[in-house]
């Protein structure tokens, strides 16, 4: 069982920056691939970024590509996401998900809302 609590959201102008965090714990953090999803309401959820197991190979959703980093700290059983030049199409509840290897399932934490206003 893994436990994710993610922290970090708020309410920003458009153009600042936030960084969210997610902790994790229940398992060896180093053995999880980590990712970001956000859910806008009235659509689904959506990939925002994910990471390997190491932090060596990083992927972005086009939409954020260029703004927003995704980072992990092994030792800290912690991923990041670091947002920059928000928009408001950025406002959303985001969830960090955990993926253990093999066939066991994923995990996801509860959100974090963020809400860029113009």
């Known amino acids: 069982q893994v436990q994710l609590v993610e922290s970090g959201g708020g309410l920003v102008q458009v153009g600042g920056s936030l960084r969210l965090s997610c902790a994790a714990s229940?398992?060896?953090?180093?053995?999880?691939?980590m990712g970001w999803f956000r859910q806008a309401p009235g659509k689904e959820r959506e990939f925002v970024a994910s990471?390997?197991?190491?932090?060596?190979?990083?992927y972005y959703a086009n939409s954020v590509k260029g703004r927003f980093t995704i980072s992990r700290d092994n030792p800290k059983n912690t991923v990041y996401l670091q947002m920059n030049t928000l928009k408001p199409e950025d406002t959303a509840v985001y969830y960090c998900?955990?993926?253990?290897?093999?066939?066991?399932?994923?995990?996801w934490g509860q959100g974090t809302q963020v809400t860029v206003s113009s």
């Open positions: 998900k955990a993926d253990p290897p093999g066939i066991s399932p994923s995990y």
């Open positions: 229940g398992r060896t953090f180093s053995t999880l691939s």
């Open positions: 990471i390997n197991l190491s932090g060596g190979s990083t």
